[in-house]
């Protein structure tokens, strides 16, 4: 008993010295060092990412050409978009399947993916690809099998009867009737007449995507088979598209309308609580990630395979799917709180309450992961102008667990408010991505200076930031390290990782519109009297070296704004002069060589 007060009372001591002054406290649960705990996920959108044969559409073949650029970045997952066989009807294009064991002809063949995967193991790359089991293409063999009602192929999809369907049958001019109020995500009725069967079909997206039927052991099983396939090429994970849509209430009730609304056709104006996030979707998680891990067993592989899900869900909703004590879940319900943010005065509020909001319901030894980007939705850049850029890759990067980062974002591509535009590699034709006149997006025209090529060379470039701060990422304190955050003002947002007997880092942002005067000792206790500089923004005017006092004598941190700092207390030698600069020493030794020899050979002569 009187250990159990002791304790009580260490515990409450712990924890208020640790809060005293964070806004979130995290302790990363105990020292994780699966590959995937701490990796970056690059998604990289095929299409636009380098095209080999010249048609104008990036393919497989030009991921394997630029591999080296992810080694270069520290990069070590690949989360590349689909591929597959499909008619890419419209924009949702290639999340339309019309064959799930079939490359499409445009991103190449089977031996490309077979090259693909060997490079990247050669550079220890691990490959995830999209897994669309919600829906397939009308084109896919099985739904035109489904409506000819051809043998196990029958209930593939969701058919239902129309609400009059005997009338329709007695009297073809009828009009079917749909069997509830379920709208599109693209607005309309989910629900689509096929006349030679006779019956609607189900499909959340268009009406070119039928739903499977998930709850139909047939569809399961083809769903598992999938996944086989491509893990059996080298395949390493899944995204897994559309989760919450999964499956639908099985009794189909009508939907309810939100407080005043009355828009039968909007998707926006209805609650859909029978077609999304269903109980048996949380049922998926587990099984899928147990016949995944049971995967790696049967075949003896060293490394287990990666379950991320895609899915805009509550968090509390997204929690579950990390599964629960007794079994394990997705490694990566993907946490869109980022994605989300809005540009206005409250973003500094925004961010630590997307951070919270995940942080503080995380289960017990599940890992975190950001994502604030992806083909869906406006890049940063575009949503809160270039100079931020730096700012979210510092706070993204430096936060624990895993960072996904969607292609282009280390160099702050800023594609004409477009995020699905090409890669801009450098300054030849097309930014390098083809050699075709005509990409299958137009090129950025600023891609003359903004691509990858001339920032590399660029020591403060956007390119270079995020690099250095995936090379943090490798050290013991980013990777198991404490996170306190601390939002002190609307414009300054604060990050803290340590360790116990590592160096700790400080992340320190100025969102504001105003140069700001900061006394880091008045916001972090037991904070060293003088920190050095890790890494700045090009615009912070901070180098790598540089000395910063957190008392308010000395050199106290003047942040400007919409810039970024990292800081440690660690030692950092201060940069040596910029190549720029050592040829100036260099020419001018030159001239004074030349000089003395001019002056020497005219004394002699
Ligand atoms: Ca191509
Ligand atoms: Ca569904």
């Given at each position: 008993?009187?250990?159990?007060?002791?304790?009580?009372?260490?515990?409450?001591?712990y924890?208020?010295?640790a809060?005293?002054?964070?806004?979130?406290y995290f302790r990363d649960p105990k020292p994780n060092n699966e590959w995937w705990s701490s990796t970056i996920?690059?998604?990289?959108?095929?299409?636009?990412?380098?095209?080999?044969?010249?048609?104008?559409?990036?393919?497989?073949?030009?991921?394997?050409?630029?591999?080296?650029?992810?080694?270069?970045?520290?990069?070590e997952t690949?989360?590349?978009?689909?591929?597959?066989?499909?008619?890419?009807?419209?924009?949702?294009?290639?999340?339309?399947?019309?064959?799930?064991?079939?490359?499409?002809?445009?991103?190449?063949?089977?031996?490309?993916?077979?090259?693909?995967?060997?490079?990247?193991?050669?550079?220890?790359?691990?490959?995830?690809?999209?897994?669309?089991?919600?829906?397939?293409?009308?084109?896919?063999?099985?739904?035109?099998?489904?409506?000819?009602?051809?043998?196990?192929?029958?209930?593939?999809?969701?058919?239902?009867?129309?609400?009059?369907?005997?009338?329709?049958?007695?009297?073809?001019?009828?009009?079917?009737?749909?069997?509830?109020?379920?709208?599109?995500?693209?607005?309309?009725?989910?629900?689509?007449?096929?006349?030679?069967?006779?019956?609607?079909?189900?499909?959340?997206?268009?009406?070119?995507?039928?739903?499977?039927?998930?709850?139909?052991?047939?569809?399961?099983?083809?769903?598992?088979?999938?996944?086989?396939?491509?893990?059996?090429?080298?395949?390493?994970?899944?995204?897994?598209?559309?989760?919450?849509?999964?499956?639908?209430?099985?009794?189909?009730?009508?939907?309810?309308?939100?407080?005043?609304?009355?828009?039968?056709?909007?998707?926006?104006?209805?609650?859909?609580?029978?077609?999304?996030?269903?109980?048996?979707?949380?049922?998926?998680?587990?099984?899928?990630?147990?016949?995944?891990?049971?995967?790696?067993?049967?075949?003896?592989?060293t490394i287990s395979?990666l379950?991320?899900?895609?899915?805009?869900?509550?968090?509390?909703?997204?929690?579950?799917?990390y599964?629960?004590?007794?079994?394990s879940?997705?490694h990566i319900?993907?946490?869109?709180?980022?994605?989300?943010?809005?540009?206005?005065?409250?973003?500094?509020?925004?961010?630590?309450?997307?951070?919270?909001?995940?942080l503080?319901?995380l289960p017990e030894n599940a890992v975190p992961n950001w994502?604030?980007?992806?083909?869906?939705?406006?890049?940063?850049?575009?949503?809160?102008?270039?100079?931020?850029?730096?700012?979210?890759?510092?706070?993204?990067l430096a936060l624990p667990g895993i960072d996904?980062?969607?292609?282009?974002?280390?160099?702050?591509?800023?594609?004409?408010?477009?995020?699905?535009?090409?890669?801009?590699?450098?300054?030849?034709?097309?930014?390098?991505?083809?050699?075709?006149?005509?990409?299958?997006?137009?090129?950025?025209?600023?891609?003359?200076?903004?691509?990858?090529?001339?920032?590399?060379?660029?020591?403060?470039?956007?390119?270079?930031?995020?690099?250095?701060?995936?090379q943090l990422r490798k050290t013991g304190t980013l990777k198991n390290g404490d996170l306190q955050?601390?939002?002190?003002?609307?414009?300054?947002?604060?990050?803290k990782r340590s360790l116990l007997e590592h160096e700790s880092y400080?992340?320190?942002?100025?969102?504001?519109?105003?140069?700001?005067?900061?006394?880091?000792?008045?916001?972090?206790?037991?904070?060293?009297?003088?920190?050095?500089?890790?890494?700045?923004?090009?615009?912070?005017?901070?180098?790598?070296?540089?000395?910063?006092?957190?008392?308010?004598?000395?050199?106290?941190?003047?942040?400007?704004?919409?810039?970024?700092?990292?800081?440690?207390?660690?030692?950092?030698?201060?940069?040596?002069?910029?190549?720029?600069?050592?040829?100036?020493?260099?020419?001018?030794?030159?001239?004074?060589?030349?000089?003395?020899?001019?002056?020497?050979?005219?004394?002699?002569?």
């Amino acid at each position: 008993m009187k250990t159990f007060s002791v304790c009580c009372l260490l515990m409450i001591a712990y924890y208020t010295c640790a809060t005293v002054n964070a806004d979130v406290y995290f302790r990363d649960p105990k020292p994780n060092n699966e590959w995937w705990s701490s990796t970056i996920l690059y998604q990289v959108y095929p299409r636009s990412f380098k095209d080999s044969n010249n048609d104008g559409i990036g393919d497989l073949k030009g991921i394997t050409q630029k591999l080296d650029h992810f080694v270069d970045l520290g990069i070590e997952t690949l989360w590349v978009g689909p591929f597959f066989k499909s008619p890419m009807y419209d924009i949702d294009m290639g999340y339309d399947v019309e064959d799930f064991y079939m490359i499409d002809p445009i991103f190449g063949t089977m031996d490309d993916l077979e090259e693909l995967v060997f490079e990247m193991n050669k550079r220890n790359l691990k490959l995830i690809i999209d897994l669309i089991p919600n829906h397939s293409s009308s084109k896919c063999e099985w739904f035109e099998k489904s409506i000819k009602q051809e043998g196990k192929y029958k209930d593939y999809y969701v058919w239902r009867n129309a609400s009059n369907q005997d009338e329709v049958l007695s009297n073809s001019s009828i009009t079917p009737i749909p069997p509830n109020n379920w709208l599109s995500l693209f607005g309309g009725p989910s629900w689509t007449w096929n006349k030679q069967r006779k019956q609607f079909y189900y499909h959340e997206f268009r009406k070119q995507q039928p739903d499977f039927d998930m709850r139909n052991p047939e569809v399961k099983q083809q769903i598992l088979d999938v996944m086989e396939f491509w893990m059996d090429r080298g395949v390493t994970g899944f995204r897994i598209d559309a989760f919450k849509y999964l499956y639908e209430n099985i009794s189909l009730p009508d939907e309810p309308f939100k407080p005043g609304r009355s828009n039968a056709s909007e998707y926006t104006e209805m609650y859909h609580i029978y077609t999304t996030d269903q109980p048996e979707v949380i049922d998926s998680a587990l099984e899928w990630r147990a016949f995944m891990d049971d995967y790696t067993k049967r075949k003896n592989k060293t490394i287990s395979s990666l379950m991320s899900t895609e899915s805009y869900s509550p968090v509390n909703v997204l929690m579950q799917y990390y599964g629960n004590f007794m079994n394990s879940g997705a490694h990566i319900p993907f946490n869109m709180g980022l994605v989300i943010i809005k540009k206005d005065d409250h973003i500094v509020e925004s961010i630590d309450t997307a951070i919270k909001d995940w942080l503080y319901n995380l289960p017990e030894n599940a890992v975190p992961n950001w994502v604030m980007e992806n083909h869906d939705n406006p890049r940063a850049s575009t949503k809160f102008g270039a100079l931020t850029v730096p700012m979210f890759t510092a706070l993204k990067l430096a936060l624990p667990g895993i960072d996904v980062t969607y292609f282009g974002g280390p160099i702050a591509g800023r594609a004409r408010d477009y995020q699905r535009c090409p890669m801009q590699w450098d300054n030849s034709i097309n930014a390098g991505f083809t050699e075709e006149k005509k990409s299958w997006l137009p090129v950025n025209p600023n891609y003359y200076k903004l691509n990858v090529e001339t920032q590399k060379k660029n020591p403060t470039s956007n390119y270079n930031f995020y690099k250095k701060m995936s090379q943090l990422r490798k050290t013991g304190t980013l990777k198991n390290g404490d996170l306190q955050t601390y939002n002190i003002t609307k414009s300054i947002y604060i990050l803290k990782r340590s360790l116990l007997e590592h160096e700790s880092y400080i992340v320190v942002t100025n969102f504001g519109s105003e140069t700001e005067t900061i006394i880091l000792s008045n916001v972090i206790r037991d904070i060293k009297d003088e920190l050095f500089v890790y890494l700045g923004s090009e615009n912070s005017e901070y180098s790598p070296g540089n000395k910063v006092s957190t008392i308010s004598t000395g050199y106290p941190l003047q942040l400007r704004p919409q810039s970024v700092v990292v800081l440690t207390d660690k030692y950092i030698e201060p940069e040596s002069p910029s190549n720029g600069a050592s040829g100036c020493i260099e020419l001018s030794s030159k001239c004074i060589s030349f000089i003395c020899v001019f002056v020497l050979s005219r004394w002699f002569l």
